[in-house]
């Protein structure tokens, strides 16, 4: 059977699926944590059988888990950015000033994760 490709909405469920971690599989099992909920919830083993309103059921219960994930991964970066800071022996306002000369604001909470990815690459090239 030709593969097809993803509609908008399941590409979009997918998308939150990887980004809040529900495609790894379970700890001492072998199904994801999204095959677990689509089986128990929707009784069915793949997302390409729900229908429009499960598939926005399914998009509403992972936006919470994506949310707090991409979260979660935005503060383990901006740590990792103030940790090769420190351990260079600069503080704050060094990265401060820094951000301010390359074009990123002040203000290492108001970045993206692309761009404090980016800001991550620079400092490490600063301070080796």
């Not at 290492?108 to 994760?113: K, P």
Request: glycine fraction near 4%; aromatic fraction near 10%.
């Amino acid at each position: 059977m030709p593969k097809q490709r993803f509609k908008d909405q399941q590409t979009y469920l997918w998308h939150l699926v990887k980004q809040a971690g529900w495609d790894k599989a379970v700890a001492g099992q072998n199904h994801s944590r999204f095959a677990a909920y689509l089986l128990k919830t929707f009784s069915v083993t793949h997302a390409n059988v729900l229908n429009e309103t499960q598939m926005r059921q399914a998009i509403a219960t992972l936006k919470p888990y994506a949310a707090k994930a991409a979260h979660l991964a935005k503060k383990k970066l901006n740590s990792a950015v103030m940790a090769h800071v420190a351990k260079a022996g600069k503080d704050i306002k060094w990265l401060h000033q820094n951000m301010s000369q390359w074009g990123y604001g002040e203000s290492l909470r108001e970045l993206n994760y692309t761009q404090a990815t980016a800001l991550l690459m620079l400092v490490r090239k600063a301070l080796p």
